[in-house]
């Protein structure tokens, strides 16, 4: 089974080939800023490199980049009407190698952080908006698990900089009996500026 899996949730995107178990094609690129432009030929690089055919896609579907998370989206779901193969969404904060305990988290921004506790590739938490005190306290809760931070700039030292890899995504898609819709996992509404008044 060949598996085109695309994460573009951080400001590290990756696309990944699975072929029966066996990752054949990885790459990623950085993009601070969130620009997307550059997975649309990662991802046919990936396609090429399974011959213009696969069984199925997966995508991550967040939470992270408002952006980053819709241009993903549309060009899964675009691949896969194209291919005709089945898509399948799992959220980004499941697409790390790390199979110990973890709370992953990242910056949501206006003060919010955006969390979850995970072991074994499934949530024990699902993902939530905390502010500070209450990712804090989480962390003191659960003294066993690892502390990852999602992008850059972690909150403090004890926190590790980690990110979503497509290659993982490709790995929960093959071993998952059921492909979930990908829908974006919001945690809040987008923020939109209005324009200025003239």
Partial sequence: MKILAIETSSSRSSAALDENGETVFSE????????????FSLAQR???AAGGKIDRIAIGTGPGSYNGIRAGISLALG???????PCAGFSSLLALPEPEPKIVAGDARSGQFFCAVIAGF????PPSL???AALL???ENHPEAKTLWIGDNPLSASWLPAWPD???LARLAAASEELPHPSPLYLKPPHITPPRKK
């Avoid at 990623?28 to 997975?39: H, M």
């Avoid at 499934?122 to 938490?125: A, C, E, K, M």
């Fill in 166 to 168: 497509a290659g993982q």
């Fill in 79 to 85: 691949i896969a009407s194209a291919l005709d193969v």
């Fill in 46 to 48: 990936a396609l090429d």
């Fill in 130 to 132: 905390l502010d500070k």
């Fill in 122 to 125: 499934s949530f024990l938490s």
């Fill in 28 to 39: 990623s690129f950085f993009s601070p800023r969130r620009e997307t432009g550059p997975i």
């Fill in 137 to 139: 306290s989480l962390r």
